[in-house]
């Protein structure tokens, strides 16, 4: 999931990081204007590094995940205005319609190295800082996957392909499966403190 062997870079890069969203109680009240479905939580039991800022136990932004998952409020805030404002704007242009739910892998924290790396890091999941997302599923149904269609040179993969690049405009990393085969499933992003954004760019 979180490889960060670096590929190439994103072919229209943001110019600047974004700004960092703002903490505790001012954090969760951003979540609640934007509709998220949360519950505060305790911060996870774990060894040294590991740990969350303002952890939340997210089930939908506000459309719903398949399971809960645990990540920061500052990634969860990232997380729903990608959600709202590129990636149900893809879905509308694509396809006429809204984005209804997030499918599967949806994996935040997760106390671990980054995993291939010859580093000896902890992975931002291992900070509650990034989010592993497999796909969505559109108001009609439709399934849209990103182990299955990432390939497809029709709308899905199109579809996929403009998500991701847009993703750059809310995280400091994206990883997609052409990066290498460890995130053929799955997008990683992330708000950890460099930038990485490796999407193709292609619509």
Same mark, same amino acid.
Request: charged share 15%; glycine share 10%.
């Given at each position: 999931?979180l490889l960060?062997v670096?590929?190439?870079?994103a072919p229209r890069?943001?110019?600047?990081?974004?700004?960092?969203?703002?903490?505790?109680?001012q954090?969760?009240?951003?979540?609640?204007s934007?509709?998220v479905?949360?519950?505060?939580?305790?911060?996870p039991?774990?060894?040294?590094?590991c740990?969350?800022? &303002?952890?939340?136990?997210?089930?939908? &932004?506000p459309?719903?995940y398949?399971?809960?998952v645990?990540? %920061?409020?500052?990634?969860?805030? /990232?997380v729903?205005?990608?959600?709202?404002?590129?990636?149900?704007?893809?879905?509308?242009?694509?396809? %006429?319609?809204?984005?209804a739910a997030?499918?599967?892998?949806?994996?935040?924290?997760?106390?671990?190295?980054?995993? %291939?790396?010859?580093?000896?890091?902890?992975?931002q999941?291992?900070y509650?800082?990034a989010?592993d997302?497999?796909?969505? /599923?559109?108001g &009609?149904?439709?399934?849209?996957?990103?182990a299955?269609?990432?390939?497809?040179?029709?709308?899905k993969?199109?579809f996929?392909?403009?998500?991701?690049?847009?993703?750059?405009?809310?995280?400091?990393?994206?990883?997609?499966p &052409?990066?290498?085969?460890a995130?053929?499933?799955?997008?990683h992003?992330d708000?950890?403190?460099?930038?990485?954004?490796?999407?193709? %760019?292609r619509h």
């Amino acid at each position: 999931m979180l490889l960060l062997v670096l590929a190439a870079c994103a072919p229209r890069p943001p110019s600047a990081p974004v700004a960092a969203e703002p903490a505790g109680g001012q954090c969760l009240a951003e979540l609640e204007s934007l509709g998220v479905a949360y519950r505060a939580a305790n911060p996870p039991a774990a060894p040294h590094p590991c740990g969350i800022a &303002d952890p939340v136990l997210v089930s939908g &932004d506000p459309e719903p995940y398949a399971h809960p998952v645990l990540m %920061g409020c500052e990634l969860a805030v /990232r997380v729903a205005r990608w959600q709202a404002e590129a990636v149900n704007s893809e879905a509308h242009h694509y396809f %006429g319609q809204p984005v209804a739910a997030a499918v599967q892998p949806l994996i935040g924290y997760s106390c671990r190295q980054e995993i %291939g790396s010859k580093r000896n890091y902890v992975s931002q999941h291992g900070y509650g800082r990034a989010l592993d997302i497999g796909g969505w /599923r559109l108001g &009609d149904g439709t399934v849209i996957s990103v182990a299955r269609d990432w390939h497809d040179q029709g709308r899905k993969g199109r579809f996929l392909h403009a998500v991701a690049l847009d993703a750059c405009r809310y995280f400091a990393v994206v990883l997609t499966p &052409d990066v290498n085969a460890a995130h053929r499933s799955h997008f990683h992003v992330d708000i950890g403190d460099y930038r990485y954004c490796a999407p193709t %760019g292609r619509h």
